[in-house]
């Protein structure tokens, strides 16, 4: 079974602040992707990271796909409120299955 | 263009009981999964549909089951409701499979069994 492990499962800071949320898993995976989930709305895709090394940027955000493709990092520099929710990496297996295997979740708030 | 539109937002149902939701995914999507959400197991995968056939499958018990139409809306069915299938219940609509092209998410149907 392959398991994807988040850490800090919940962080609460300060506005302003910067912050990394970890994505670890013992299984390699084609490609990874990361999500936000808002309250009553299901995952919204910010990122898909394919070659093991690729670092990504979306405005503060900044992805990072490990070497060997099976752990990720999320940092988020200067927060916002509305960086506030539910973060989700998911990866891709190599195995042909149709299916993302979702890691445990972090819970992200940003305090004004 | 219209996005993923599952129904019921919420649903409460007895223990014993039966239940279908229903996922309409974005036009010209051919595949669409279906995710369990609870708060100490997360997501996780239950079936993908693609072109009315099941090609996929989580590790579910057989009261799970699914099907896909013609024109790729799906449905998922549980039977014989227990305490523990209350959960938020997903669905992901993509062009061709996860693997290769991008995956929308609904709402969700919120499921409480009494």
């Known amino acids: 079974t392959q398991l994807l492990e988040q850490s800090p499962q919940f962080l609460s800071i300060q506005e302003g602040e910067n912050l990394t949320v970890y994505c670890n898993s013992s299984?390699?995976?084609?490609?990874l992707q990361w999500y936000r989930q808002e309250p009553g709305e299901g995952p919204v895709l910010l990122v898909t990271?394919?070659?093991?090394?690729e670092v990504k940027k979306l405005k503060r955000l900044t992805f990072q796909f490990g070497d060997a493709r099976k752990d990720s990092s999320l940092h988020i520099t200067a927060a916002q409120p509305g960086d506030t929710g539910l973060y989700l990496c998911a990866g891709i297996s190599n195995f042909g299955n149709e299916k993302l295997t979702f890691g445990t979740g972090t819970r992200l708030t940003i305090i004004p | 263009k219209a996005g993923v539109t599952q129904t019921p937002r919420y649903l409460i149902k007895t223990r014993g009981q039966q239940v279908t939701l229903s996922c309409s995914p974005i036009s010209g999507h051919r595949s669409v999964s279906w995710y369990q959400q609870t708060p100490g197991q997360g997501l996780q995968f239950l079936f993908e549909?693609?072109?009315?056939?099941?090609?996929n499958k989580g590790n579910f018990p057989g009261r799970f089951s699914g099907r896909q139409f013609s024109n790729s809306r799906s449905e998922m069915n549980v039977s014989t409701l227990e305490l523990g299938d209350s959960a938020l219940y997903l669905c992901a609509s993509t062009l061709e499979g996860v693997k290769n092209t991008e995956a929308f998410f609904g709402q969700g149907t919120r499921l409480t069994v009494v």
């Open positions: 549909y693609f072109s009315e056939t099941q090609r």
């Open positions: 990271v394919v070659t093991g090394g």
């Open positions: 299984s390699v995976f084609s490609s």
